[in-house]
């Protein structure tokens, strides 16, 4: 139960959170034309026939663009519609050259899914939380309208026209904008780690219609707004608190919440009328003539499930039950596509160099990965070239401080000098003096001779006083100019004091 | 020499193919009779340099011993509804007036690549709007046809309406028609020429200005049973482009053409004896029945029991379609603009498509957008939907029992050009027998059967099962042979 409430005048009120997401599906081509999909080109460089709504032209469905809203439902565990069917919602403006948008009203490709948000004690989420899906349709992109070309005349670019959107509608289940933002986070993460949307909101790949009411606990669902076209998480967030807020003044001053479309504005983070429930259009949807309805065949859906990825999940799971890792780690680890791909790559790699399992070195990489390398890089800053940060440069890193050929201070030393100059790891080790000294004839002497020159301390210690072995092992470190093994320090001393 | 304007379709391809005229003194030959006829009115814009030139390609390739296309050498006329590269494409509306496409549909390329040549293109009702070709913005057309005694100005039909025209009145051998609810059919029969509209999704879409998509189908319109099949056969096939268009191959029609209908079912619909329809007409169906019987087919009576609501549901799914497929013209991006100073976009809007749809298209928007509406759709769209699966299931029914069903094309001859514009209604009326084939999307053809009291042609409808466009042809042959239509106008313009 999330603990979010806002206190009002009178009394405590509950937030109610349903989010529409709109998320570009990853495809060379538009959902029903040939035309390209890349993200600022030439206005009017990526427009076919069908995009410009020539008379005469017909639509086609794109495979790759239906595939890929298959394999994102398969991804939220939804039921997949073998038999679903195109739409059309009419309404004119000069950004739909068509005069309709081709979407899925009354039969979507994908059914009801859900989607876990992790406990997140910091964030406000004090347990796991599963957020329902309702549906999940594939529909056309509009054009966009530029204001600023010309003094009296607005121009249109209709590259975006006809690219394909998924609309992912979740249920409001969501009570807090920290839920959210967790929901947000999350089905960006599937959404990339399936492949099905690049979800870069500043782009507009990825963008929310938020629907936000309040209650006071124990009542029915208020009356809801809708804020269209918010393009960021934090903005999301910002849009549930502000519109929360105002729903709360506007009911506690004795007025009603009226169902309306609301803008968000980021300069001020607040949110204002767009246009109210009276002047909302008559879409007037049916079902579109050009178009037979989709079925899947049971080929098509088994291909789509074998090409799914290991998703967040799943992968955390994994790196927990059978790596061993922290659930801390874990976490950081599958939230991002990048991350847990450069983990797994380096993994692999150290796995090889070290002849060991990858579970016995999990740990040690994992930490390399998500602390001691960038600790690295964000210090070094400009001077590191990330591309010499190889995984095979790390894990011959890696592969030396397992065998306990140098310290954990000389891996980041050898790590900045790689990052600087993309030399080789060993060989940096070798004519830089990175490397402990392990040969115990050398360390023994220098033991000797601390244990000679300290017959007191000696004394001491086998007296009782223990913490003075804190100090033999000082002694040898700074005789060995700090390159001793520490391991084989510690051994050789206890054997030697007794 | 006989008149090579005479010709159709076989008679000019095999001409040409065995040299006993070039394909440019056939060209040349229409082109004349074109320039010859404006007083029909039948073409927006002629094209003689386009059949010329196809003409000259056949005659090269016919010199250099290459094989010859399916149509070679045949100058047809293009229903001005079908995209031509380079050559203005109207729907005979002015808020297309003056679009020049930059591409081909579909079904004209196939033609041009089966050597066939443009004469123009054709008038028609606007956006394929109307049964008497009255509604074009480019003036009706007049049918070549007079009523005996009479000089009225007679109506060749509609929507294709410049397509019967120019057949009947021999200023082309063939052309492109399309059907969405009778409009091959009906001017075919008006006019005293065949017209079949083919199944649904036999002929691409592609290219072709959409009035209701899920009804539109294009076919031939010609002077025989045999050219309609040579000029089927090239325009049919599957296109990836048309997602509604059909996987299958197509049959080589002419070559199996047959009037041996032993062992055929000919069904009779006894819900087409309808109130209202001519005494002749009637007599005409029962000579029909006898010489199918004559051929060999046995005749069985049939019932197609939701036939009555088969008009009501087209003219809510057809509007309903329309009024979202014409959206597209709004004056952003082609065609007509019509934008008064200082005004906003949905001004513009209203502005260009009040300038620039004709009377008969802003009805069936209006209606279309209206049974769309939310609170009506279920009482409208949702109903006509229900009826129209009723009257495709009434359909399978029947051909349970019967191969063929033969019935009227039309309750009536052509009329005067202005004598049915009182209401809309009765207009409509006039597709009664050529609308319940086009919502079960089957194959139907028009063949003349008779000349009435008045001089007037008349033609009988055939209706076949899903994909035999065959059993169509064959059974229109039959009529054909037995009909001897040998009738045709009076050279007045």
């Known amino acids: ?498 | 020499m006989t008149e090579l304007t005479s010709l159709g379709v076989k008679d000019l391809r095999d001409g040409v193919r065995d040299g006993s005229f070039t394909a440019r003194e056939v060209a040349t030959a229409f082109n004349a009779a074109v320039a010859d006829a404006a007083a029909l009115n039948a073409f927006i814009v002629t094209t003689p340099d386009h059949a010329l030139a196809a003409a000259d390609t056949v005659d090269a390739a016919r010199a250099a011993g290459e094989p010859l296309g399916k149509m070679a050498g045949v100058p047809i006329g293009m229903k001005d509804l079908f995209a031509t590269h380079g050559v203005q494409t109207t729907a005979a509306s002015h808020i297309l007036e003056g679009f020049t496409p930059r591409y081909e549909s579909t079904v004209s390329q196939k033609l041009w690549d089966a050597g066939a040549g443009m004469l123009g293109k054709l008038n028609l009702d606007q956006f394929a709007m109307g049964s008497s070709n009255e509604t074009s913005y480019f003036g009706n057309v007049t049918s070549p046809w007079k009523k005996a005694g009479s000089n009225a100005a007679m109506s060749p039909g509609g929507s294709s309406g410049g397509s019967s025209a120019a057949v009947a009145a021999r200023i082309a051998s063939a052309a492109t028609g399309t059907d969405t609810g009778g409009s091959i059919r009906q001017p075919a029969a008006f006019t005293g020429i065949c017209g079949i509209k083919p199944t649904y999704g036999r002929c691409s879409r592609w290219g072709i200005v959409a009035f209701a998509s899920s009804l539109d189908q294009a076919g031939p319109m010609a002077r025989s049973v045999e050219d309609c099949a040579i000029m089927l056969g090239a325009m049919a096939g599957f296109d990836p482009k048309d997602s509604t268009s059909l996987d299958m191959p197509v049959p080589d029609w002419e070559a199996a053409l047959s009037s041996d209908l032993r062992g055929k079912k000919v069904g009779i619909p006894r819900e087409y004896r309808m109130e209202g329809t001519d005494q002749a007409i009637l007599d005409c169906w029962e000579q029909g029945k006898a010489w199918l019987k004559d051929a060999g087919a046995e005749i069985v009576d049939v019932s197609l029991p939701h036939t009555k609501y088969a008009l009501p549901a087209y003219y809510i799914v057809a509007p309903a379609e329309a009024s979202s497929n014409l959206a597209r013209y709004d004056g952003v991006r082609y065609g007509l603009r019509d934008l008064p100073e200082g005004v906003g976009l949905q001004d513009m809007y209203a502005a260009t498509r009040a300038a620039g749809f004709g009377d008969e298209v802003k009805r069936r928007i209006l209606i279309g957008t209206y049974v769309l509406s939310a609170g009506f759709y279920d009482a409208y769209y949702t109903q006509a939907q229900k009826v129209r699966a009723l009257v495709a299931r009434d359909f399978a029914l029947a051909f349970e029992q019967c191969d063929v069903i033969l019935a009227p094309t039309t309750p009536t001859a052509s009329f005067p050009l202005g004598s049915m514009n009182e209401d809309p209604l009765t207009m409509y009326l006039n597709d009664v027998f050529a609308v319940p084939a086009s919502l079960a999307g089957l194959p139907a053809m028009s063949v003349p059967a008779t000349i009435n009291a008045d001089g007037l042609p008349l033609g009988l409808q055939l209706v076949g099962r899903p994909f035999d466009e065959q059993g169509v042809l064959n059974a229109g042959l039959a009529i054909q042979q037995r009909a001897g239509f040998m009738a045709k106008p009076e050279k007045w313009w």
Request: proline fraction near 4%.
């Open chain 1, 1 to 498: 139960m999330s603990n979010y409430r806002i206190q009002g005048a009178t009394g405590e009120w509950e937030v109610v959170i349903g989010l529409e997401v709109h998320a570009q599906v990853t495809s060379q081509s538009k959902l029903f034309s040939g035309a390209a999909t890349a993200f600022g080109a030439e206005p009017n460089s990526q427009v076919s026939l069908v995009d410009a709504a020539m008379p005469g032209m017909l639509p086609v469905p794109n495979a790759e663009c239906i595939r890929q809203a298959v394999r994102t439902g398969m991804a939220i565990e939804a039921q997949i519609n073998a038999w679903s069917r195109f739409d059309r919602k009419n309404y004119f403006y000069a950004d739909l050259p068509q005069g309709y948008q081709i979407s899925q009203l009354y039969h979507p490709i994908v059914g009801e899914g859900s989607l876990l948000i992790e406990a997140d004690e910091k964030a406000g989420i004090p347990e796991d939380k599963v957020i329902g899906i309702e549906r999940i349709h594939v529909e056309q992109d509009a054009g966009k309208l530029m204001h600023d070309q010309h003094p009296t005349m607005s121009y249109v670019d209709l590259n975006r026209s006809g690219v394909a959107l998924m609309e992912i509608v979740s249920k409001p289940d969501m009570r807090s904008p920290a839920e959210a933002g967790a929901y947000l986070r999350k089905l960006r993460a599937i959404l990339r780690y399936v492949g099905s949307c690049d979800g870069n909101m500043e782009e507009g790949s990825m963008r929310a219609d938020v629907n936000v009411s309040v209650r006071k606990a124990g009542e029915p669902f208020g009356t809801r707004t809708e804020t269209k076209n918010v393009n960021s998480v934090r903005f999301v967030m910002q849009a549930i608190e502000h519109e929360a807020m105002r729903q709360v003044d506007v009911l506690e001053s004795g007025g009603t919440i009226v169902q309306e479309t609301r803008l968000f504005d980021p300069g001020t983070g607040t949110t204002r009328t767009m246009r109210s429930k009276e002047d909302a259009h008559d879409y007037r949807y049916f079902p579109d003539p050009d178009l037979l309805p989709l079925v899947l065949e049971e080929d098509f859906l088994a291909e789509c499930r074998a090409s799914l990825p290991e998703l967040p999940d799943a992968k955390r799971k994994r790196y927990v039950e059978v790596l061993g890792l922290t659930p801390y780690n874990a976490r950081e680890l599958t939230a991002e596509v990048e991350t847990f791909a450069r983990f797994e790559t380096l993994l692999a790699e150290t796995a090889t160099v070290t002849g060991k399992d990858e579970a016995k070195v999990a740990t040690q990489v994992a930490n390399w990965s998500l602390s001691v390398a960038p600790g690295v890089m964000k210090a070094l800053s400009d001077d590191a070239d990330p591309a010499n940060a190889t995984a095979a440069a790390q894990a011959s890193i890696l592969a030396m401080a397992d065998k306990g050929e140098i310290s954990g201070g000389q891996a980041k030393e050898i790590f900045e000098i790689v990052l600087k100059t993309g030399r080789d790891p060993n060989e940096i080790a070798d004519t830089e003096g990175l490397k402990q000294v392990s040969d115990t004839d050398a360390i023994e002497a220098a033991v000797d001779a601390i244990i000679a020159a300290n017959a007191d301390k000696v004394e001491q210690y086998r007296g009782g006083k223990e913490a003075l072995f804190g100090f033999f092992v000082g002694q040898t470190m700074k005789a060995m100019q700090g390159k001793a093994n520490p391991a084989v320090v510690n051994q050789l001393l206890k054997d030697k004091l007794g």
